[in-house]
């Protein structure tokens, strides 16, 4: 495992493109986080699935959770950007380039860890996790096989009864999303249209792991 610090990255001028996409996705996951904040914990470990340039899991660590972003960009661009993004917040972060042995951080301590790998083997372990959140990801792989593996994973690392979040493109994906979450045994799984003006119409979807098996 190597540990990245914002020195050794030398710190790059991010690109104003990436500044912009991660203001205006800020914006909306903490639309989605507040509209949903009766259904999700107040804190505790959180895992952001595909964090990109780590809006969802600062947005997380600015709640209080411990959150984990996983990326498996390889592009090394994104998570360096989180990481100046995640500090530049107050944030304590640090980001590590394998998903073995993660210096995990403490539930509630408002702290982000930004793994880069593939979320379908993020090495957390079971019934840990008190939210796990995707929003807006797709993949290299067709996307059911994509997101069955990555779900199963989310399934196994939360506790029982914590719930999954995730966000849609497009509404087109809700059914096959919810479908996916229900083959795979999650309860309770139910979606919602969020139409914000002037901005893409998502869907946002939760679901949660059963208390029993
Ligand atoms: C469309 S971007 C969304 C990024 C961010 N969540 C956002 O809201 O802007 C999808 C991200 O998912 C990541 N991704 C795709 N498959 C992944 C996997 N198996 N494990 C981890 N990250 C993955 C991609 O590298 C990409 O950064």
């Known amino acids: 495992m190597v540990d990245v610090d914002s020195e050794n990255l030398g710190e790059p001028l991010p690109r104003a493109e990436d ?29 952001d699935v ?9 947005a997380l660590a600015n709640r209080g959770f411990a959150s984990i972003g996983v990326d498996i960009d390889s592009s090394n661009r994104l998570l360096p950007f ?5 500090r530049k917040s107050g944030l304590v972060a640090n980001l590590t380039l394998t998903e073995e042995g ?7 301590s408002r702290q982000v860890l930004l793994v880069h790998g593939d979320a379908a083997d993020l090495q957390v372990a079971d019934n840990s996790v008190d939210l796990v ?15 069955t593996d990555i779900a199963q994973r989310c399934l196994r690392v939360l506790k029982p009864g914590a719930p999954i979040l995730i966000t849609t493109e497009d509404g087109s994906r809700e059914g096959l999303a919810k ?3 229900r083959g795979l ?17 998502t869907c946002v979807i939760i679901g949660r792991k059963p208390f029993a098996p």
């Open 102 to 108: 993660l210096p995990l951080p403490l539930p509630n």
């Open 185 to 201: 045994g999650f309860t309770s799984v139910s979606s919602e249209p969020i139409r914000t003006p002037g901005v893409l119409d």
């Open 82 to 86: 989180a990481l100046t993004q995640a």
């Open 133 to 147: 959140t995707a929003f807006y990801v797709s993949g290299p792989r067709s996307e059911r096989d994509h997101w």
């Open 50 to 58: 595909g964090c990109g340039l780590g809006m969802g899991a600062i």
């Open 179 to 181: 479908g996916m979450l």
């Open 19 to 47: 500044l912009r996409h991660f203001q205006g996705r800020t914006r909306m996951i903490e639309t989605h986080l507040d509209s949903l904040s009766g259904q999700l914990p107040i804190g505790g470990l959180a895992v």
